[in-house]
């Protein structure tokens, strides 16, 4: 059977690494991004670029988007120069974006009508897990999409789970970056606690890496709050923007999840005192604030 020519769209700090794997991989590739220095910084030359996401979608058979936003997936996609303008019956569409499940649903009914399909992928490691193509990667779609999927996602990631249908995968990743930020912040109050004390918080962080507290997050982030080197990994305004996803979706459920409100709200401290392109491990800057 022929491999797919796969269509590549946002070239950046996630998608850039993504493209190098895929190409280690042996696929075939094209690409769209808004600034052509994104593809000169790529070094590939066997890969073409493309002048609209329209034009990219009539030239291959499956699409990548990594983008930051909701509404920089629906331009993509069902913009004016969209994907759909040019898609071709039969293609599937992987979005690895982190957006609302909505809005994902929604899409992936208009690529429908098109007789294409969409595939939420979204993903959690950050920068260096694209680097080292062990991303963990939340599916939702149809089953024969995700088995189409298989190849490209396992060149991209280790941990690869199908959820279930258009959304899943989206609310799974809004699951992680909860998680994720309530953890940064226990670990901030925690660095808070032994420093009030007079107890040497590395030390603390040593002793509980071997028990029951440990996690990643304070394996790596609770380095990066010892050293205050909050160089991103995954920004602030990212994080931020995941959080409001996550509480969109929780009022859509009539749910309320307070521990979720409160990391949110750190967060936002952290924009208004123009902190957002620092990694979102900078929470502890406003725990240790009082």
């Known amino acids: 059977m022929q491999t797919p020519r796969i269509g590549f769209i946002g070239p950046g700090i996630m998608g850039k690494p993504m493209i190098h794997n895929l190409h280690r991989a042996g696929f075939s590739l094209a690409v769209f991004a808004r600034r052509q220095a994104q593809v000169d910084e790529l070094g590939l030359t066997d890969i073409q670029s493309y002048s609209s996401p329209s ?62 399909s969409l ?15 062990n991303l963990s990667i939340m599916v939702g779609g149809s089953t024969t999409d995700f088995t189409r999927a298989a190849a490209i996602f396992a060149a991209m990631g280790e941990n690869i789970v199908h959820v279930g249908d258009n959304g899943a995968g989206q609310i799974a990743k809004a699951c992680n970056q909860i998680l994720a ?22 030390k603390v962080r040593e002793a509980l890496l071997g028990g029951f507290a440990y996690s990643r997050v304070l394996e790596l982030h609770g380095q990066r709050m010892l050293d ?4 991103p990994g995954f920004k602030t305004h990212l994080h931020a923007k995941d959080l409001d996803i996550a509480l969109d979706s929780a009022k859509a459920n009539q749910i309320d999840l307070p ?5 949110a709200d750190l967060l936002q401290r952290l924009l208004l005192q ?14 240790g604030s009082g």
């Open 274 to 287: 123009g902190d957002g392109e620092l990694d979102s491990a900078a929470i502890a800057k406003i725990v």
């Open 55 to 116: 034009e990219l979608a009539s030239a291959v058979d499956i699409i990548i988007s990594c983008v930051s936003d909701s509404s920089d997936v629906e331009e993509v996609l069902i913009g004016p120069s969209g994907v759909i303008h040019g898609i071709k019956p039969g293609t599937l569409v992987i979005d690895m974006s982190t957006i609302s499940a909505e809005v994902t649903k929604r899409l992936a009914s208009q690529l429908e009508s098109k007789q294409a």
């Open 259 to 263: 521990g979720a409100t409160l990391a």
């Open 228 to 231: 205050q080197n909050y160089k």
């Open 119 to 133: 595939l939420d992928a979204p993903v959690s490691g950050g920068e260096i897990g694209a680097i080292n193509g």
């Open 181 to 202: 930020a309530q953890t940064m912040n226990a670990v901030a109050e925690a660095y808070l606690l032994a420093q009030s004390a007079n107890v040497d918080p590395a």
